[in-house]
């Protein structure tokens, strides 16, 4: 038996897959009516570990790693570097673009949706600029007299009391 002082940080790990000699006591433990806690207790495994194996059990009636269902990653990692090192060389690209540039270098045959979809799932998200005016220096010399002679506006004195109502000032 455990004592009850054990450390969190030692019971809880992730990422590990339990081995076959770790899933049958559990469902050994779940066919000798132990309760879900008992058997995560007994077995320093954590309580939402104990209840998939059994509810793979129940529904599979094995406990054995399944194949993975989803469709293997069309682009490796190898393209992935690539890509992410010819959009940071040039935002400009299209995707189709790129998509025929890893073609050339890659030999990787892509649509260009799925070039964005692997951009997207980079943080590179294709969204046009913010429009700017052109301030030219000759503009800027004319605005700043003008900035400077009403510095002291204020919205409550220019803008009918219906649009800016004084209590939010």
């Known amino acids: 038996m455990?004592?009850?002082?054990?450390n969190i940080g030692e019971r809880m790990g992730r990422?590990?897959?339990l081995s076959d000699s770790k899933r049958g006591p559990v469902i050994g433990g779940h066919l000798g009516n132990k309760s879900i806690r008992d058997i995560s207790w007994l077995?320093?495994?954590?309580r939402s570990t104990v209840s998939g194996i059994i509810t793979k059990w129940k529904q599979l009636g094995t406990t054995a790693t399944q194949p993975p269902s989803?469709?293997?990653?069309?682009?490796?990692?190898?393209g992935q570097r690539m890509l992410k090192r010819t959009v940071c060389r040039s935002h400009q690209l299209s995707a189709e673009s790129i998509a025929k540039d890893l073609q050339t270098w890659c030999g990787l045959q892509m649509s260009p949706t799925t070039v964005r979809r692997e951009l997207h799932g980079m943080g590179f998200h294709g969204r046009a600029a913010a429009s700017k005016p052109s301030i030219t220096k000759c503009n800027a010399k004319r605005r700043m007299p003008w900035c400077k002679a009403r510095?002291?506006?204020t919205l409550e004195r220019y803008l009918p009391d219906c649009i800016?109502?004084?209590?939010?000032?």
């Open 2 to 6: 455990q004592t009850a002082s054990t």
């Open 70 to 78: 989803d469709r293997p990653r069309h682009m490796t990692g190898r």
């Open 43 to 46: 077995l320093n495994i954590s």
């Open 164 to 169: 800016v109502p004084s209590a939010m000032f």
């Open 15 to 17: 990422s590990q897959e």
């Open 151 to 153: 510095h002291h506006w």
